[in-house]
C-alpha cells in the first residue's frame, strides 16, 4: 500500500477494510451556497473547496463569509477562524501540502490582493500565500490537481505554467512551482475546441489521466491514459484501451470525469456522464481497470446508472463508492428508466470493487448537480456536493460518512 505522510490523507492511499456507515457524523459545518469541488485533508484540518461565500458551524446560526475556501476540525467540525483567504474565482482541485500548508487550483486569478494565476499555495495557520511557491497557469484553468513528496501534478486547460508551454498537463516543484523539465507528456487531438484534463491520479508508479484528448504524445489514448512516472523522464506507460472510443450524446463529445486508484494501484476506477448509451457504451458508467494489464485493455466490470451522470469516485478496498445525481445503479438495460435488476441509489452508492455489483450500502443524497469530490481518509469518508440533504439528514454541501 502507499503510504502517504503522517496524518495526510491522498486519494487512492487509504484502506477500509469495511464499508462506511450510512448515517453521517452531526458535526460537519454547513456551505450555505454554491457548490463544494474538492476537499483536501491536512494533518487534522479539512479544506473544502469551490463556488461559495457563506458557510456555517454545526449547530450554530453564525454565518461567517468564506471565498470559495474553507477549513474545519476533523475532530470537532469547527471552522478555523484564521483561515479565512480571498480567493476571486472558484477553487476545483485541493492538494494537502506539508508544514502546515494546502494547494489549491482553480480559475482565480488573486488571493487576497496578490497575483495568483490559477493556482496557489496557502498557510493553513492564516490563509497567506507561501511566497516561495511561484507557479502560475496561463491560457485557461487548473482543474485537478495531486501530489506525492516534491512533485505536484496539475492538470486544466491552461496552456503553460509560467513562461514554460504546458497543453493542459504539467507536473512543478511543490516547494518552489518551478515546472519539471522531465515531465512534458502533452495531450493531443481533443474532442471539442480544446484540451482539458478533467482528472488525476496517482497510482504506485502510474498517473492516471483522463480528459477530453485522444492522444498522449502521439500515441492513441482516446480519453485515458497511464503515464509512467518512475522513470527518470515520464513516458506514456504501454497501457491503452478503446473502452472510450466510442461515442455518447452528441452533447458530451468527451464523457469521462472522475478517476481513482485503489490503495495497492493495482487497478483503478473511472466514471463517466454522456446520457444513455445503452450497455456496449461506456456512457454514464463506472468501471474497474487492471493497471497492469497488457495489450489493449477492456474493463473488467462495468455498471451502467441508466442514464445518469456520475462525477467523483473513491477506491478503498472495501467498496467503490461513486457519486452524481444518478438515481440507479445495476442498470445496464436502463435509459433514462429503471431496466431489469437496478437498484435504487439516488445520488450516491457504493459497487464491489470484485464483482462490480451495487452493495447494500444506500443511505440517499438529494441529488443536485452532483457529487464533485470524495475524500477517504483513516475514519471515514468525506463528500462534496451542491445540495443540502445527504443520509436522509440536512448536511449543506459537505458531509462525512464514519467508519463504524
Known sequence: MLLAPAGIAVAGTVTHSRIVSADPVNTTPHVLDGIVNAIALVGGTVVVGGSFSEVRDAGSTQVLER?????YDLATGRILPDFAPYLDG?????????GGTVYAGGAFTEVGGVTAAKVTRL????GSPVSGFRAQAHGGSVSTMARRGSQLYLGGDFTHIGRTPRTALARVDAATGAVSPDFTIRPGSPRGSRVKVYALALGRDR???DGNFTTLDGHSRPQLGLIDITAPRAKVAGWRTDAYAAACMPAFPSYVRGL???????????????GPGGPRRLCDSAARFETYSRGDTAPTWVNFTGGDSLYSVAVTGAAV??????RWLDNPGGSDSAGPGAVERPGIGAIHPVTGKALAWNPTRERGIGVKAFLAHRGGLLVGSDTIRLGREYHARIGMFPLP
Do not use: E
Not at 123 to 126: E, N
Not at 260 to 274: E, I, K, L, R
Not at 321 to 326: A, F, L, P
Open 260 to 274: 481513482d486508484f485503489a490503495p495497492d494501484g493495482s487497478y483503478f476506477v473511472v466514471v463517466t456522464s454522456g
Open 90 to 98: 472558484p477553487v476545483n482541485a485541493l492538494a494537502s501540502g506539508t
Open 207 to 209: 498517473l492516471a489521466v
Open 123 to 126: 498557510r493553513l495557520s492564516d
Open 321 to 326: 463508492y461513486v457519486g452524481g445525481h444518478q
Open 67 to 71: 471565498d470559495n475556501i474553507f477549513a
